[in-house]
């Protein structure tokens, strides 16, 4: 995956500080595998014999996957790609609709038999979504859960009805999974922790769903009944908690886990409860008489997946410790079904098997008895990590000296390539404007012309335009980005539209493919005037504006204003720029940081003479721990350079 870059801001920019970033992946060749962990199985059963059934696998990739499954195989049939972050978990409502959850903090609705088509995107949570539960087939009901302790219950039906594009929360899904207009600050949604029902209220249009508040903490597990009105869920707080689906209020807490829930059952009838915990037990509740029936002590390590069969009488477990078991719930007795390389995150009970899914990305399935598994997904290569920034590099076009070619520049409109394309047929332009892209013989021809032209090294903005990066066709990467309408998206390259509306791409990147300009450049420095206090009988000489990293720390300028002070002649902490030494690195032959405990050679003597002093900024005392970045930022608060004012302590 990586980072294409993001525009900095200079000090004098009245731009927002924190700029759209673009991110893109470089998809596996073999597009059918998962290239990172498997978090969450779901299971799509047919009843008529001549229908296949179908496995959905959601991935720490941010992807999720439907397989058909046959008798010796399982092929992947569709990838479902919107999710900026891990998928974390997925269940099935009805026969059409698949519902997934991310650690992007949004739920999103997908049409289950498509080839990949999100229907809607619910933003109603504020930190990482981890955890779904889905009565029976017949039921609309979905809970949800996350690490900002919000348990939310969803009307599946009323959640996909028409509603106002204006509404963040159910906004109508595009088909690249951008959001509609309407972007509420996620940190207002956190509930408070209470023990009374209450409705969601930060939002004013559109679906609101249930919330059930209680939870202090996060939220791993949630489990319900074949009806849809009992909820259990569970967490760091170690204890299970009881809740009617609806009113959203909470029954009763059932006691007796020593570590955080990370797996939970519910029979059909919602009598008896099953729950995993990292404390390494199982525990059989029965909710009508509120008390733990049965513990099982037959993990080595954490509970991760539970998967009971349908008569509830045995239960598969498996988690960290690599370990399949089978338990019979009512002798307790287990018995070993497997042990894998890798720490087990879910299981999916199908007929006389059982789906397996690890930490390594694939996937196995294993007969009720316990030999040998009969089939495997295999793990796909990951993508790439990194970032690339807007400077410039020298390369060589075929057979020509080398030319200055800015590397993310032309990696961003290799990028968008196929966008540029539609755009252009939409537009009905037939000649390429400054910045776009050129194909086939285009291309071609140009590469030799600019292989011949030489280009000004000094300047940013070029006027040429060279032939782009390619990417593959078969498997082309895809796009993390976030518009000015919304929260972030997801899509492959080839699918975007070339609409003509441009919110969908932060600024910068449209400013650099079409115009052909670099997003400017962020400044790491700060400069700052250093004065003594008003009053002060304490001064010292400095050369005029200084100028320092902006992540320096206030005590570094305090170390500093000292040695002025102190000694008869200061030391090398200025360079000829008048510009902060950053000090101590690896190499001991280096100039230390001023003021920092640690001299050149031998024993300093303004050490014995340490005054006390304290730097001021808008007649603020400033805490030795800011940096000059936080400074300008939250206590100057002007475009102008920093002024900073020191005075002695005295007493100390």
């Known amino acids: 995956m990586h980072r294409v870059g993001s525009a900095g801001n200079g000090n004098n920019s009245t731009r927002p500080r924190k700029e759209k970033r673009l991110t893109y992946v470089l998809n596996d060749s073999d597009d059918t595998k998962h290239c990172a962990g498997i978090n969450c199985l779901a299971l799509l059963t047919s009843v008529a014999s001549d229908v296949s059934d179908y496995l959905f696998t959601g991935s720490r990739d941010g992807r999720l996957k439907r397989w058909v499954l046959d008798v010796d195989r399982a092929t992947c049939s569709a990838t479902f790609e919107s999710h900026v972050d891990w998928v974390n978990d997925t269940v099935l409502v009805g026969d059409s609709t698949l519902v997934s959850c991310s650690s992007d903090t949004t739920i999103k609705l997908w049409n289950a038999s498509s080839f990949g088509t999100c229907t809607r995107t619910l933003r109603q949570h504020s930190d990482y979504v981890t955890c779904l539960a889905a009565a029976g087939k017949n039921s609309n009901i979905v809970a949800s859960g996350g690490l900002g302790g919000e348990v939310f219950i969803w009307d599946i039906e009323s959640a996909l009805a028409p509603a106002s594009k204006s509404s963040d929360a159910t906004g109508d899904e595009s088909s690249n999974g951008i959001n509609g207009s309407g972007n509420l600050p996620l940190t207002s949604l956190r509930t408070n922790s209470n023990d009374n029902m209450s409705m969601h209220t930060t939002q004013t249009q559109g679906y609101i769903p249930i919330s059930a508040k209680g939870h202090k903490d996060s939220v791993y597990a949630l489990a319900m009944n074949e009806s849809g009105t009992i909820l259990v869920s569970g967490g760091t707080e170690k204890v299970v908690r009881v809740w009617d689906t609806r009113s959203g209020s909470k029954t009763l807490k059932l006691r007796g886990h020593t570590d955080n829930i ?391």
């Open 262 to 652: 990370r797996a939970l059952l519910l029979d059909s009838s919602g009598r008896y409860c099953l729950s995993g915990s990292s404390d390494s037990m199982i525990r059989l509740w029965d909710i009508g008489q509120q008390r733990c029936v049965h513990s099982y002590a037959v993990h080595t390590d954490s509970v991760w997946a539970l998967a009971s069969t349908p008569t509830f009488s045995h239960v598969y477990s498996g988690g960290r410790d690599f370990s399949l078991y089978l338990t019979d719930l009512q002798t307790r007795e287990s018995s070993l079904v497997c042990t894998g390389e890798h720490p087990i995150l879910q299981l999916a009970l199908h007929d006389d098997s059982i789906w397996v899914a690890s930490t390594d990305s694939s996937v196995r399935r294993w007969p009720a008895e316990g030999c040998n598994p009969e089939k495997i997904f295999q793990s796909g290569n990951s993508f790439l990590a990194g970032n690339l920034s807007f400077s410039r590099a020298r390369v060589s076009l075929e057979g020509s000296t080398p030319v200055p070619v800015n590397l993310a520049r032309e990696t961003l409109k290799g990028l968008l390539a196929p966008w540029l394309r539609k755009r252009k047929q939409r537009s009905g332009s037939s000649a390429p404007a400054n910045g776009e892209l050129l194909s086939g013989k285009d291309t071609a021809s140009r590469s030799s012309t600019h292989s011949r032209v030489e280009v000004d090294g000094s300047s940013d903005n070029d006027a040429m335009v060279y032939p782009p990066f390619e990417f593959s066709v078969t498997s082309p990467p895809s796009i993390i980005t976030e518009g000015t309408h919304g929260g972030p998206w997801r899509k492959k390259t080839t699918d975007l539209e070339g609409t003509k509306d441009d919110k969908d791409f932060p600024w910068w990147c449209l400013d650099c493919v079409l115009n052909n300009r670099l997003p400017p450049r962020e400044n790491t420095k700060c400069s700052f005037y250093l004065q003594p206090c008003e009053g002060s009988s304490v001064q010292i000489l400095t050369q005029g504006k200084l100028s320092a990293p902006r992540i320096l720390r206030i005590h570094k300028v305090i170390n500093y204003v000292i040695e002025k002070m102190v000694l008869d002649k200061p030391l090398d902490s200025l360079n000829a720029e008048s510009s902060f030494s950053p000090g101590l690195a690896a190499s001991q032959s280096q100039h230390q940081v001023v003021g920092d405990g640690s001299f050149r050679s031998g024993f300093q003597p303004w050490q014995k003479l340490k005054p006390s002093i304290e730097i001021l900024c808008n007649n603020q005392v400033l805490s030795p721990e800011m940096s000059l970045a936080t400074v300008r930022a939250y206590i100057w608060k002007k475009s102008e350079d920093l002024i900073l004012n020191y005075r002695l302590v005295q007493g100390r």
